[in-house]
């Protein structure tokens, strides 16, 4: 018994106790380490150059056969669909669509699906998608690789990419009199934006599955006709057969990404082509200073984190990656002036043909899915790039900082609470009550288990409750019943501090779970979105680094400070935040009260937003920061608030009874 009460093995050693004292300074320096780590990585000494890891894909970058014949064919074709786009304003022109697939020969269906728009009161909303497919002369149909091209009506908000369809078509017609072919081409029309590319790909993969109608908000129909097993897809967004430059679109659903080698893929045939393209690709602007190449490199990767961050795909090709097939968007924009890329405006489309030629025989030669380089990676230049094992040491060093503190806190809390439950217990044995078992042990466990479960399920509750039938019977739109809901959680998760207060050391074990919670939800979190993980932990660790049970080591104007920014990190207040700095950068004319209500109304519609592509797209945003972020906030906010039982209560008891003068005893009179 000896050995176990030896002090010089006990985790109350001088080492522990010497951390404990200065934890603080330990989990700032690991925060420091994080985010010196991920800006330190946009330069160049610390990224790597593009390479193509996969030799398969040379056969694209032999000369092309696309020749000037195919150009007139789209300008006859865009100049066509621009008469039927007359005819049908605010539709698509389904019939022309179809019959210039018959046309070229191509195995031509046509693909229903309906929307039940979950706030719609019952509201149906049909559509149509047009795709043609042309069998592999060489093998029987087991692989397959989809062209894709969204149709925009006249009516539409968004920029005009009418000349993509005449693109594809041109497109369809060159690949059909080819023999080489080893895999299915599917040319796929779609309409309504992400929500037919979406219907298509649950048809194309599920639509034998047996679905609950009564509770499926999408219904994607069935598919007439299928090829193989999809190995990759191109989405194609032109504005005009005379193009300026070539965007490289590739964020997905949930920040995922297609391979690197394919983006590296178009990049290679589009400088051999002669196109200007890559990653956030912008007109080329002249300005009065030219920033360094750390500061170039940096903004870029910081602008790949940001659309990551938010989980929604900036293209069609985004809704590909959930399935595990590798995709990505070529949006070409505009020309300003009349010259074109190469040779007179009779030429003008060739050399994006081409470069789409040579995509397609790239992907024709894989004999396998992709899988040599890299999924996980950030875009810091077009030829330079940061793989998952240099970015998430960025991570790490932020979420060690509650890992850490967990375990100094740990290692502290049984010592500094076990005199205090002792008085506590032998304050209620001298008072003739029965002491608490719980605190006996010295920790409160069931009754903070009790807490949690409490603040889990008012998180689960915001992501269900919009749902329910009851509250979409109610007469409100989309975004205020959303909002309402999630308002109404928030309030609950204020008011609970101050009206369950746990017992004696039951923050002190709350802060140690929450720690631990924090941690895991960071890790698992950046594992699947890097971006959204690591925004999230710079902007929360300071708090979880200030916040502290112990009085002595928390003063006034700390606690009152970590109180205010916790208060400002609440989900809904950080969405309305970012939306209004979005809002001023768009609209900097507006005067600040008019500012200020866009910025409410377009918080507002977030949420929805965010509710609706979670239960159509899959997309988790809302689905983490109601069930996650919501929950990890009032744990935050509870121990901000340090509301307690205080157990020195009971030591004062002990104390009053021990000086309490003891009764002398009577002494009895002997009598005669």
Same mark, same amino acid.
């Given at each position: 018994?000896?050995?176990?009460?030896?002090?010089?093995?006990?985790?109350?050693?001088?080492?522990?106790?010497?951390?404990?004292?200065?934890?603080?300074?330990?989990?700032?320096?690991?925060?420091?380490?994080?985010?010196?780590?991920?800006?330190?990585?946009?330069?160049?000494?610390?990224?790597?150059?593009?390479?193509?890891?996969?030799?398969?894909?040379?056969?694209?970058?032999?000369?092309?056969?696309?020749?000037?014949?195919?150009?007139?064919?789209?300008?006859?074709?865009?100049?066509?669909?621009?008469?039927?786009?007359?005819?049908?304003?605010?539709?698509?022109?389904?019939?022309?669509?179809?019959?210039?697939?018959?046309?070229?020969?191509?195995?031509?269906?046509?693909?229903?699906?309906?929307?039940?728009?979950?706030?719609?009161?019952?509201?149906?909303?049909?559509?149509?998608?047009?795709?043609?497919?042309?069998?592999?002369?060489?093998?029987?149909?087991?692989?397959?690789?989809?062209?894709?091209?969204?149709?925009?009506?006249?009516?539409?908000?968004?920029?005009?990419?009418?000349?993509?369809?005449?693109?594809?078509?041109?497109?369809?017609?060159?690949?059909?009199?080819?023999?080489?072919?080893?895999?299915?081409?599917?040319?796929?029309?779609?309409?309504?934006?992400?929500?037919?590319?979406?219907?298509?790909?649950?048809?194309?993969?599920?639509?034998?599955?047996?679905?609950?109608?009564?509770?499926?908000?999408?219904?994607?129909?069935?598919?007439?006709?299928?090829?193989?097993?999809?190995?990759?897809?191109?989405?194609?967004?032109?504005?005009?057969?005379?193009?300026?430059?070539?965007?490289?679109?590739?964020?997905?659903?949930?920040?995922?990404?297609?391979?690197?080698?394919?983006?590296?893929?178009?990049?290679?045939?589009?400088?051999?082509?002669?196109?200007?393209?890559?990653?956030?690709?912008?007109?080329?602007?002249?300005?009065?200073?030219?920033?360094?190449?750390?500061?170039?490199?940096?903004?870029?990767?910081?602008?790949?984190?940001?659309?990551?961050?938010?989980?929604?795909?900036?293209?069609?090709?985004?809704?590909?990656?959930?399935?595990?097939?590798?995709?990505?968007?070529?949006?070409?924009?505009?020309?300003?002036?009349?010259?074109?890329?190469?040779?007179?405006?009779?030429?003008?489309?060739?050399?994006?043909?081409?470069?789409?030629?040579?995509?397609?025989?790239?992907?024709?030669?894989?004999?396998?899915?992709?899988?040599?380089?890299?999924?996980?990676?950030?875009?810091?230049?077009?030829?330079?790039?940061?793989?998952?094992?240099?970015?998430?040491?960025?991570?790490?060093?932020?979420?060690?900082?509650?890992?850490?503190?967990?375990?100094?806190?740990?290692?502290?809390?049984?010592?500094?609470?076990?005199?205090?439950?002792?008085?506590?217990?032998?304050?209620?044995?001298?008072?003739?009550?029965?002491?608490?078992?719980?605190?006996?042990?010295?920790?409160?466990?069931? +009754? $903070? &288990?009790?807490? #949690? /479960?409490?603040?889990?399920? *008012?998180?689960?509750?915001?992501? @269900? !409750? =919009?749902?329910?039938?009851?509250?979409?019977?109610?007469?409100?739109?989309?975004?205020?019943?959303?909002? +309402? $809901? &999630?308002?109404? #959680? /928030?309030?609950?998760?204020? *008011?609970?501090?101050?009206?369950? @207060? !746990? =017992?004696?050391?039951?923050?002190?074990?709350?802060?140690?779970?929450?720690?631990?919670?924090?941690?895991? +939800?960071?890790?698992?979190?950046?594992?699947?979105?890097?971006?959204?993980?690591?925004?999230?932990? @710079? !902007?929360?660790?300071?708090?979880?680094?200030?916040?502290?049970?112990?009085?002595?080591?928390?003063?006034?104007?700390?606690?009152?400070?970590?109180?205010?920014?916790?208060?400002?990190?609440?989900?809904?207040?950080? @969405?309305?935040?970012?939306?209004?700095?979005?809002?001023?950068?768009?609209?900097?004319?507006?005067?600040?009260?008019?500012?200020?209500?866009?910025?409410?109304?377009?918080?507002?519609?977030?949420?929805?937003?965010?509710?609706?592509?979670?239960?159509?797209?899959?997309?988790?945003?809302?689905?983490?920061?109601?069930?996650?972020?919501?929950?990890?906030?009032?744990?935050?906010?509870?121990?901000?608030?340090?509301?307690?039982?205080?157990?020195?209560?009971?030591?004062?008891?002990?104390?009053?009874?021990?000086?309490?003068?003891?009764?002398?005893?009577?002494?009895?009179?002997?009598?005669?």
């Amino acid at each position: 018994m000896g050995l176990l009460s030896d002090p010089s093995i006990s985790t109350q050693n001088k080492l522990v106790d010497s951390l404990a004292k200065h934890v603080r300074k330990v989990c700032s320096g690991f925060y420091v380490l994080g985010v010196v780590w991920l800006a330190c990585l946009a330069l160049p000494e610390f990224n790597h150059g593009t390479y193509l890891s996969e030799n398969a894909l040379s056969p694209g970058l032999v000369y092309p056969e696309i020749r000037i014949d195919s150009n007139r064919l789209a300008t006859q074709l865009l100049e066509e669909l621009q008469r039927e786009r007359k005819e049908h304003k605010s539709t698509t022109p389904h019939a022309w669509i179809a019959a210039k697939f018959n046309e070229f020969g191509l195995e031509t269906h046509t693909h229903n699906y309906t929307l039940r728009y979950p706030f719609g009161g019952g509201k149906e909303y049909h559509g149509k998608n047009i795709y043609g497919i042309l069998r592999a002369p060489r093998i029987a149909s087991t692989e397959g690789i989809v062209f894709t091209a969204p149709y925009r009506a006249p009516t539409s908000v968004h920029p005009d990419i009418s000349p993509s369809v005449p693109l594809l078509l041109a497109f369809a017609d060159f690949a059909r009199r080819k023999n080489y072919w080893a895999k299915d081409l599917i040319f796929l029309v779609t309409e309504q934006e992400q929500l037919g590319m979406q219907a298509w790909l649950e048809a194309y993969h599920d639509g034998d599955r047996v679905m609950n109608v009564s509770k499926a908000y999408l219904l994607p129909g069935n598919l007439p006709a299928r090829a193989g097993s999809l190995q990759a897809a191109l989405n194609i967004e032109v504005q005009d057969l005379e193009i300026d430059y070539v965007d490289v679109k590739i964020e997905g659903l949930n920040g995922k990404l297609p391979n690197l080698d394919m983006f590296n893929l178009v990049q290679r045939i589009m400088a051999r082509e002669g196109i200007t393209s890559g990653y956030k690709q912008t007109l080329r602007k002249k300005r009065r200073s030219n920033p360094s190449v750390f500061e170039k490199n940096l903004r870029q990767m910081l602008s790949m984190l940001s659309t990551q961050s938010s989980g929604v795909p900036n293209g069609n090709h985004g809704l590909f990656h959930r399935y595990r097939i590798d995709a990505l968007t070529i949006a070409a924009a505009k020309r300003q002036t009349h010259a074109t890329l190469k040779g007179n405006a009779g030429s003008a489309a060739v050399p994006l043909l081409k470069a789409i030629e040579g995509i397609a025989r790239s992907l024709n030669n894989l004999l396998e899915r992709f899988h040599q380089s890299f999924f996980f990676y950030v875009i810091v230049n077009n030829d330079r790039y940061i793989s998952i094992g240099d970015y998430m040491t960025a991570l790490v060093a932020l979420v060690a900082c509650a890992f850490f503190k967990a375990y100094l806190t740990w290692s502290t809390l049984d010592f500094e609470l076990q005199p205090a439950a002792t008085a506590k217990a032998s304050a209620e044995t001298q008072s003739g009550s029965e002491p608490d078992t719980d605190v006996e042990d010295g920790l409160p466990y069931g +009754s $903070v &288990l009790i807490y #949690l /479960t409490a603040v889990l399920l *008012i998180g689960y509750l915001g992501n @269900v !409750l =919009p749902l329910q039938q009851y509250f979409l019977e109610i007469p409100m739109g989309a975004a205020p019943l959303t909002t +309402s $809901v &999630l308002s109404f #959680l /928030t309030l609950i998760g204020f *008011i609970l501090p101050f009206v369950v @207060v !746990l =017992p004696a050391g039951g923050l002190e074990l709350l802060h140690v779970g929450f720690l631990l919670i924090f941690g895991c +939800s960071l890790i698992v979190v950046g594992l699947l979105n890097f971006a959204l993980g690591f925004f999230v932990a @710079v !902007l929360t660790v300071p708090v979880v680094i200030a916040l502290e049970t112990s009085e002595k080591n928390w003063n006034g104007s700390m606690r009152n400070l970590t109180r205010l920014i916790t208060l400002l990190l609440n989900p809904m207040v950080v @969405v309305y935040v970012i939306v209004l700095c979005m809002s001023f950068y768009q609209f900097p004319e507006l005067k600040l009260d008019k500012l200020l209500l866009r910025a409410a109304t377009a918080a507002m519609d977030a949420s929805a937003y965010g509710l609706i592509d979670c239960v159509i797209y899959g997309n988790w945003l809302y689905f983490v920061v109601s069930t996650v972020f919501l929950p990890l906030w009032i744990l935050c906010w509870t121990l901000a608030l340090s509301k307690r039982r205080d157990i020195a209560d009971y030591s004062d008891y002990e104390e009053s009874q021990r000086r309490k003068p003891k009764p002398q005893p009577q002494t009895k009179l002997k009598t005669n």
